[in-house]
């Protein structure tokens, strides 16, 4: 297929065969599995899915590249011209669950994690290629720089396992820098309890607002009322003067339990 990638669409086609069956095994993939990919390329991964896949539905934003995969009449795919990002998951992928196999397009990276986030329960594993700095950071641990809110969200939804790391020559054309594969795998239930979810997000996103701040300014930056903010933290038992940036997952948890708690 002659095709030119689109910058405005973050195209940077894999090429690279050894990589893809590197995807394919951690997808842990059956004969009667049910795949999703987004952002196709030319379809290198795609033909490999569609042989060894029950159904593979796939999402393209770019009209012309989705109409290149189709008139080539060899893949027997669900091919859907759209943005993921906007698109009905639930509407789409029915009776889960699904896998979710793809090269993701790095600028979507964070907007997509959230978007499976939201769709987490229709999924039983996910094996992905992120930007080698994003996959980091849904890797990482508290007090590391890459540490942030996509860090607390996957550890509380998922078992994240690096696979590999990419070089940029393994895509046309090569991008700046590496990439990472990673397996996701959803767990039964979150890995700690909290009272409230919503609010639970709300406390995570107020601790990162403003990462160079402490923690109670952070909150109150974020919109939380200052003295809430101080009588909160003061019964969570977290000192006042740390950063978001070094809670642990459970001490999110704990610090939203406490902000649930009416009678403290």
Same mark, same amino acid.
């Given at each position: 297929?002659?095709?030119?990638?689109?910058?405005?669409?973050?195209?940077?086609?894999?090429?690279?065969?050894? =990589?893809? !069956?590197?995807?394919?095994?951690?997808?842990?993939?059956?004969? !009667?599995?049910?795949?999703? &990919?987004?952002?196709?390329?030319?379809g290198?991964?795609?033909?490999?899915?569609?042989?060894?896949?029950?159904?593979?539905?796939?999402?393209? *934003?770019?009209? $012309?590249?989705?109409?290149?995969?189709?008139a080539?009449?060899?893949?027997?795919?669900?091919?859907? &011209?759209?943005?993921?990002?906007?698109? $009905?998951?639930?509407e789409?992928?029915?009776?889960?669950?699904?896998?979710?196999?793809?090269?993701?397009?790095?600028?979507?990276?964070?907007?997509?994690?959230?978007? *499976?986030?939201?769709?987490?329960?229709?999924?039983?594993?996910?094996?992905?290629?992120?930007?080698?700095?994003?996959?980091?950071?849904?890797?990482?641990?508290?007090?590391?720089? $890459?540490?942030?809110?996509?860090?607390?969200?996957?550890?509380?939804?998922? $078992? =994240?396992?690096?696979?590999?790391?990419?070089?940029?020559?393994?895509?046309?054309?090569?991008? %700046?820098?590496?990439?990472? =594969?990673?397996?996701?795998?959803?767990?039964?239930?979150?890995?700690?309890?909290?009272?409230?979810?919503?609010?639970?997000?709300?406390?995570v996103?107020?601790?990162?607002?403003?990462?160079?701040?402490?923690?109670?300014?952070?909150? %109150?930056?974020?919109?939380?009322?200052a003295?809430?903010?101080? !009588? %909160? *933290?003061?019964?969570s038992? *977290?000192?006042?003067?740390?950063?978001?940036?070094?809670?642990?997952? &459970?001490?999110?948890?704990s610090?939203?339990? =406490?902000?649930?708690? &009416?009678?403290?």
């Amino acid at each position: 297929m002659a095709f030119s990638p689109r910058r405005r669409f973050s195209q940077n086609f894999l090429r690279d065969l050894r =990589v893809v !069956e590197k995807i394919l095994a951690a997808a842990e993939l059956v004969a !009667e599995d049910r795949v999703l &990919e987004i952002g196709p390329g030319l379809g290198v991964l795609t033909r490999r899915l569609a042989s060894l896949c029950k159904e593979v539905q796939v999402i393209e *934003i770019d009209r $012309d590249l989705a109409l290149e995969l189709k008139a080539g009449g060899d893949l027997d795919v669900d091919i859907h &011209e759209g943005d993921a990002l906007k698109m $009905d998951w639930r509407e789409l992928l029915r009776e889960p669950p699904w896998k979710m196999v793809a090269n993701l397009p790095y600028n979507i990276s964070s907007p997509l994690f959230f978007k *499976i986030l939201e769709n987490r329960d229709l999924f039983e594993r996910l094996a992905l290629m992120f930007q080698k700095e994003f996959a980091a950071r849904l890797c990482a641990q508290p007090g590391n720089k $890459d540490y942030g809110i996509p860090s607390v969200f996957c550890r509380q939804y998922f $078992d =994240v396992s690096p696979v590999a790391v990419v070089p940029p020559t393994s895509f046309f054309p090569a991008p %700046k820098v590496s990439s990472m =594969v990673l397996v996701l795998t959803p767990l039964n239930k979150p890995r700690v309890a909290v009272a409230d979810e919503k609010l639970f997000f709300q406390v995570v996103r107020g601790a990162f607002a403003q990462r160079r701040k402490t923690l109670p300014n952070s909150l %109150k930056g974020f919109g939380f009322k200052a003295d809430l903010v101080a !009588e %909160k *933290i003061a019964v969570s038992g *977290i000192d006042p003067r740390r950063r978001g940036e070094t809670l642990s997952l &459970e001490e999110f948890a704990s610090l939203a339990r =406490v902000f649930a708690d &009416e009678s403290c």
